[in-house]
């Protein structure tokens, strides 16, 4: 079988394990044997369309069938090649984080907005990033903004350990910290405190397609989000400096829930709409 024979039978194949799925399988079939194909040959796109008449090897063709068995069965392609870009780099990711998703791009677009506004003023500037997963956000913000002291935690040891190694292998200086939300001792003012937080509940956590994420990425432990995001803020307003900012991404249909919440802790929510003009950010202020 030859490489472009490889790609129509993986693209039918996946087409066929997608239809039965229900989940995010069959979507891309392309480019997911594309992607998988291109990792067996450690070769581009243009390599495989330029060779296309090239023989797989019966090594090569084992692998690249059990690679399609896991995407057929469901598993995201991020875990499969370990990688996936955000915001222009490319972040390791393993089951033990949750796959960073476009839509958290507008949160870092929103945070770095604000730090060049507040940068005008001289200093520098802090942040906090809670619950950073593979670190995507708080590196990202880094890169983008190098002279603000940034620092992230998570409440997970092994998700700490990718962020770890995204941040050096980037060149990012970012601080980890082990915490739960914000109750270490280290922590102290930051001028934008950040985060993706678990805002699932734990029955929308349980849907085909995000079981192979780490649940506790998708929904809080033992709570529901709402008092999930009340513990957030209620932790968060006493470690901004005066005129600093809690940036939180949202669900579907939260923002009035936040906007309550924001008021429950003396603070003002103002919303940042997602492309498809959904309210997906959050950016609270607290009251004078
Ligand atoms: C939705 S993921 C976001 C990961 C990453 N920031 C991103 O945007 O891709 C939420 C992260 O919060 C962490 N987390 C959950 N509960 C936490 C808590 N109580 N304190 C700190 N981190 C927590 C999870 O381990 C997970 O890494």
Not at 136 to 144: N, R
Not at 248 to 276: C, W, Y
Request: charged share 25%.
């Amino acid at each position: 079988m030859n490489i472009q024979q490889a790609l129509v039978w993986a693209r039918k194949d996946l087409k066929t394990a997608g239809a039965g799925s229900g989940a995010t399988v069959g979507a891309t079939p392309d480019l997911d044997a594309e992607v998988l194909l291109g990792l067996v040959l450690g070769r581009s796109r243009e390599y495989m369309f330029a060779h296309s008449d090239r023989v797989l090897m019966a090594g090569e063709l084992r692998r690249f069938r059990s690679l399609l068995r896991r995407r057929g069965g469901g598993e995201p392609v991020a875990y499969i090649t370990r990688v996936r870009k955000f915001f222009g780099l490319d972040f390791s990711v393993s089951r033990a984080v949750l796959i960073p998703r476009p839509d958290t791009e507008i949160l870092v677009e929103r945070v770095l907005d604000f730090l060049r506004l507040c940068g005008l003023g001289g200093g520098t500037l802090r942040v906090l990033d809670i619950g950073t997963g593979s670190g995507c956000v708080a590196v990202s913000i880094k890169k983008h903004f190098p002279t603000a002291e940034v620092m992230a935690t998570d409440i997970s040891g092994a998700a700490l350990q990718v962020a770890r190694k995204n941040a050096r292998r980037l060149g990012a200086q970012v601080k980890f910290v082990h915490s739960d939300l914000l109750a270490s001792a280290r922590l102290g003012r930051y001028d934008v405190i950040v985060s993706n937080p678990p805002y699932l509940t734990r029955q929308e956590a349980g849907k085909r397609g995000l079981h192979f994420e780490p649940r506790l990425a998708l929904a809080p432990n033992n709570m529901t989000p709402r008092q999930f995001f009340k513990k957030f803020l209620d932790q968060a307003r006493d470690h901004l400096t005066p005129g600093g900012r809690i940036f939180l991404e949202i669900g579907h249909r939260q923002a009035p829930l936040m906007q309550r919440l924001a008021r429950s802790v003396k603070a003002n929510a103002t919303f940042h709409k997602d492309l498809a003009g959904i309210e997906r950010v959050a950016e609270i202020k607290l009251k004078k």
